[in-house]
């Protein structure tokens, strides 16, 4: 019996997780309420706070989790393992997986949160991401690394105004973030998209 009441529980404060992140970032972080989410959910706004104390509580119990494997990503790039064309693959997975709603929710609402501290973090470590991938330092270089990014983020949350699969959202977001940052690239099964070179080869 109590395992099936922590797996309830769990449950329960994945789908509250998963929500506000949602509203978080369709509707953006300062417009939401755990209130709100307690709304959408249809529980009580009492069922809510029992999980998360604030919406800074749940995002910091969120960011935890992920600001690991971006800072493993951060790392290898810096000693040149993977290759650009590799980390873009590796930034992609994130964003496609588990957590990937987290990056998308810091980004969309990077103003916001900057107050958090675990937020913050991880927001730095994808400006470091940005400025490794970069093709230079200078204005234009600085400029498509981070349009090359936000090409990832947006394929990844905002399915519903781009259409197609999943799949085709992805292979299109690393064409375009290839070119910003002179990557080669081959073609892929998706019409003429082209993707990064595939493994995680040095530069």
């Known amino acids: 019996m109590p395992q099936r009441v922590d797996g309830r529980r769990t ?44 919406k ?33 693959r590796e930034l992609s997975a994130l964003l496609h997986g588990e957590d990937g709603p987290l990056l998308v929710c810091a980004r969309v609402n990077e103003h916001a949160m900057r107050g958090i501290p675990a937020a913050s973090a991880l927001l730095n470590r994808l400006e470091d991401l940005t400025r490794l991938l970069a093709a230079g330092t200078d204005v234009d270089g600085l400029m498509r690394g981070r349009l090359a990014v936000n090409a990832l983020v947006m394929a990844a949350g905002r ?41 995680f080869e040095r530069r």
């Open 11 to 54: 449950d329960t404060r994945e789908r509250i997780r998963v929500t506000a992140l949602e509203m978080f970032t369709t509707q953006g972080y300062e417009l939401t309420t755990l209130a709100q989410v307690a709304d959408r959910l249809g529980i009580t706004r009492p069922a809510v706070y029992h999980h998360f104390r604030s």
């Open 56 to 88: 800074e509580d749940l995002l910091t119990n969120s960011y935890d989790r992920l600001l690991p494997a971006l800072e493993e990503l951060v790392a290898s790039l810096r000693t040149a393992t993977p290759s650009r064309a590799g980390a873009l």
């Open 159 to 199: 399915g519903d105004q781009l259409g197609g699969t999943t799949d085709q959202r992805s292979a299109t977001a690393l064409t375009i973030a290839s070119e910003l940052l002179g990557i080669p690239a081959t073609p892929n099964t998706y019409g003429d998209h082209r993707v990064p070179e595939p493994g």
